[in-house]
Nanobody, 115 residues
Framework: QVRLVESGGGLCQPGESLRLSCAAS????????MGWYRQAPGKERELVAA???????IYADSVRGRFTVSRADAKNTVSLQMSSLKPEDTAVYYC?????????WGQGTQVTVSS
């Protein structure tokens, strides 16, 4: 059984930084993708950044240059370093992995950017 656990969310002021982490545990087979998504109240869930295990990295235009996604495959983890945070970054952030042809989602972690 696959389990994803996100951590690192919290409250911070505009301009500050946070680092999110997602750890996958359980039976890990053919893991080839880990990504971060977010959903703000009243809005649809959107892709923030993702890491393909062939080396490709993708970012939403709204976070490019401020966020950095990275992975540690030996630990089956993916991180999202968020800098220069803005109030519009406030959302629940979710980790998603693709493994053995299936998708798995974490429960999400709240990020709130407010002064």
């Amino acid at each position: 059984q696959v389990r994803l656990v996100e951590s690192g969310g919290g409250l911070c002021q505009p301009g500050e930084s946070l680092r999110l982490s997602c750890a996958a545990s359980g039976t890990i087979v053919r893991l080839n993708y880990m990504g971060w998504y977010r959903q703000a109240p009243g809005k649809e869930r959107e892709l923030v950044a993702a890491c393909y295990f062939d080396g490709r990295m993708i970012y939403a235009d709204s976070v490019r240059g401020r966020f950095t996604v990275s992975r540690a495959d030996a630990k089956n983890t993916v991180s999202l370093q968020m800098s220069s945070l803005k109030p519009e970054d406030t959302a629940v952030y979710y980790c998603k992995v693709n493994m053995d042809g299936k998708e798995y989602w974490g429960q999400g972690t709240q990020v709130t950017v407010s002064s």
